[in-house]
């Protein structure tokens, strides 16, 4: 079955960087787009970037434009996220998708802003 599992999540001070990573499995993972959503306490979950499928496009969301870089090895069916400059209203869980073909998600991963 379709599977994702993020990493790299943790609690960072404001300005600081952090990498997660997505493990997929169980569909041909180059042959869809990948993106990664977070969702903060009492929030809906909301699109973060999108990459498309050799990663030779990638969008994302006015709020992290310029700090955050999607990323993808379609070798190892990995997707990341590179966050930069990190701040307090980025705090969530982050999920990685290969919505909308396929709808399930994973546990996510933790990521604390705060100093």
Known sequence: QVQFVESGGGLVQPGGSLRLSCAASGFTFSNYPMSWYRQAPGKERELV????????Y???ADSVK????????NAKNMVYLQMNSL???D???????ARPAYRSWGQGTQVTVSS
């Open 91 to 97: 705090t969530a869980v982050y999920y990685c998708s």
């Open 58 to 60: 990638t969008n994302s």
């Open 66 to 73: 310029g700090r955050f870089t999607i990323s993808r090895d």
């Open 87 to 89: 701040k307090p209203e």
């Open 49 to 56: 970037a999108t990459i498309t499928t050799a990663g030779t």
